[in-house]
């Protein structure tokens, strides 16, 4: 009878569930690197990554390419249109529905993205804020309509440095939503992070790729001028008529409106798309190395090393 439990207690240990998480900045090779370790362990991916989730934002984004995606089987790719109101919160639900299903089939799935919220809801949950008084968020627009990005910017980096360093400060939305809770709470918006959340049925390894920041930056600049070529201009104009969506306020294609406007010569607009793609890549690896048990590895390491340490985290 003894050794009839010691088994079922060794068969439920196996059973254990496990999300392999790459991360790493833009341009380091995540797309790639998820599609060998699909094949690996004969299983799918899931794309965090907030801005391939639209159908219309191909190029700029960096999507996988159709060969990329016929390799291994992709979710929360051009799932979605920018006219549709998809958020964190929402991914977080419908993640979390589609991990339950592959986990029926699938001792190990793959998720994959840049966006680091998107990415920490899925692995920890999302932080709960107090509800604040909506005039705030009202007032705040109207600074944003008036004054512009930057006096909201210049706001959060005196209330709440630390969320300032981390988020994708060139988004509006994000920037309103820090300072609401800052002005509301009269505390930092870091403060509410990283508070116990709902426990995941799963563990959750997370590799990330990384090289030199010189070396980075050469990647970001090489990608952008092949999405030149890919026709990233043509993708950016046929989305003119939609350009005040939020989904669209995104590197690569801001800076091409602002061209398509007259405000800018294409030259500096291409310049200013390397050099926002190059900060965001900072704040990437900024909010990646907050976690402590990342694997971290040169994006050149190959494939069997990389195996081998999951293969070492699971066992």
């Not at 030199?212 to 008529?241: C, S």
């Not at 900024?286 to 050149?300: A, D, E, G, S």
């Amino acid at each position: 009878m003894m050794q009839n439990i010691a088994i079922n207690v060794v068969a439920n240990y196996t059973m254990t569930k496990y999300l392999i998480s790459i991360v790493g900045p833009t341009a380091i090779g995540k797309t790639a690197l998820s599609i060998k370790l699909a094949q690996y362990f004969n299983t799918e991916i899931i794309s965090a990554d907030s801005r391939q989730f639209f159908k219309e934002m191909q190029i700029g984004t960096a999507a996988p390419t159709q060969e990329e995606l016929s390799q291994a089987k992709h979710h929360f790719i051009h799932h979605k249109s920018i006219k549709n109101d998809y958020n964190v919160g929402a991914f977080e639900k419908d993640a979390l529905q589609c991990l339950d299903h592959l986990f029926k089939t699938k001792d190990v799935v793959i998720m994959v993205g840049g966006s680091g919220l998107y990415v920490d809801a899925v692995t920890k949950g999302l932080d709960n804020f107090p509800k604040v008084d909506a005039k705030i968020r009202e007032t705040l627009n109207e600074i944003l309509n008036t004054e512009g990005l930057i006096a909201l910017q210049n706001q959060l980096k005196q209330l709440d440095p630390t969320t300032y360093n981390t988020i994708a400060i060139d988004n509006p939305q994000r920037v309103i939503r820090a300072l609401e809770i800052c002005i509301g709470t009269e505390k930092p918006y870091a403060s509410f992070l990283n508070k116990e959340k709902t426990k995941r049925h799963f563990k959750t390894i997370t590799i990330g790729l990384t090289a030199e920041r010189e070396l980075i930056y050469n990647r970001i600049n090489q990608r952008v001028d092949i999405m030149v070529e890919q026709g990233l201009l043509k993708e950016v104009e046929n989305l003119i008529p939609h350009k005040n969506l939020n989904a669209l306020n995104t590197v690569g294609y801001k800076e091409l409106f602002r061209y398509f406007d007259g405000d800018w010569e294409l030259d500096f607009a291409l310049s200013e798309i390397k050099k926002n793609s190059r900060r965001f890549a900072k704040r990437q690896l900024t909010w990646f190395k907050r976690n402590q048990h990342t694997l971290w590895f040169n994006y050149l390491t190959n494939l069997d090393t990389i195996t081998e340490k999951i293969n070492k985290n699971i066992n």
